[in-house]
């Protein structure tokens, strides 16, 4: 599976963005699918998930009801819609496939990435 990220920008603080992560290569659709970000210094961190079918989301604390995750298959497309940003969400957001059907919070079941795109939040 090949993963390419894109969608990301500057915005001002408060503003929406819709990250999208187009998929090709292996069947993308029996993979669970999630978003991470990674900023400066720090560890990647978890931001989402979506199982294969797109019925169960899974969202890290810092996000919930503000960040929305969805995917359309026939597309091999999975989107982040994040809302309301905060400055220190400022970093890079990478896409990834999942070797599991279900949404996971660890890094370690993805073993697809794409390459990344920039998010900015100005305050």
């Known amino acids: 599976v090949q993963l390419q990220a894109s969608g990301g920008g500057l915005v001002q603080a408060g503003g929406p963005l819709r990250l999208s992560c187009a998929a090709s290569?292996?069947?993308?659709?029996?993979?669970?699918m999630g978003w991470f970000r990674q900023i400066p210094g720090k560890e990647r961190e978890f931001v989402a998930a979506?199982?294969?079918?797109?019925?169960?989301?899974s969202y890290a604390d810092s996000v919930k009801g503000r960040f929305t995750i969805s995917r359309d298959n026939a597309k091999s497309t999975v989107y982040l819609q994040m809302n309301s940003l905060k400055p220190e969400e400022t970093a890079v957001y990478y896409c990834?496939?999942?070797?599991?059907?279900?949404?996971?919070?660890?890094?370690?079941?993805?073993?697809?990435w794409g390459q990344g795109t920039l998010v900015t939040v100005s305050s």
């Open positions: 990834a496939a999942a070797q599991t059907e279900f949404p996971s919070s660890s890094s370690r079941v993805y073993n697809y």
């Open positions: 979506i199982s294969w079918n797109g019925g169960s989301m």
């Open positions: 290569g292996r069947t993308f659709s029996t993979n669970a």
